[in-house]
């Protein structure tokens, strides 16, 4: 028994096993359970009861490249291949996240359909820093789907910092800012052709640099 990725049957494609499992073709019926728990980010695979398998990453983020809509399969194959399986699947009563729990506000949307400017307030660094905070994901995942939704969009990226400091390294950090925005774009499959990044250092601050808030929010 193995969990494989994307119904590959390779063993390169494979996320947790192969382990050895009882015999089943006994003509009784075994149950089969699988819980994918999303805030432990912890798949386990279940037979008879007992756990049988596990994997702990983020599948929707690195499997399947962020789309959560997804199907689940059984691939069974043993003894000889005369040998019939059947499967019987239960209903599973989940709450379904729908797309647009995920996209931008329909404001937002507008805006960026139509070429204005729009500040991406959940996305944001450290002072001096230019890494992306663990708490920027969720805004880029929103501009990502944007993005691969409207194949036909351009984008242009600017980065910024307080004013305080030395000018020319704030310029630096402002430019390195706004590539790590577009990094992650395309690592997710962006087009680079399709991305414009730039900085603007201290010059234009978003907020007033006399407060840690104010500095804060210029720092993105």
Known sequence: ????????????????????????????????????????????????NKMKLSYKGD?????????????????????????????????IENKVVTVSEKDFDLITKKSLTQGQIVSLNGVAFDSGSTSLSDNSEEELEKLYRFMKENPKHTLSISGHTDSYGNAGANQTISEQRAKAVADYLKKRGISAERIKYGGYGGKYPRASNQTPEGRKQTDE
């Open 59 to 91: 599948i929707v983020k690195d499997i399947f490249l962020g789309d959560s809509q997804i199907y689940w399969g059984i691939t069974a194959a043993t003894g000889r291949y005369t040998n019939k399986h059947e499967f019987c699947i239960e209903k």
């Open 1 to 48: 028994m193995a969990i494989m990725a994307n119904g590959y049957l390779h063993h390169s494609s494979g996320l947790a096993g192969p382990v050895a499992i009882p015999n089943i073709e006994d003509c009784r019926t075994h149950s089969l359970k699988v819980i994918w728990s999303p805030s432990t980010k912890q798949l386990e695979v279940y037979l008879d």
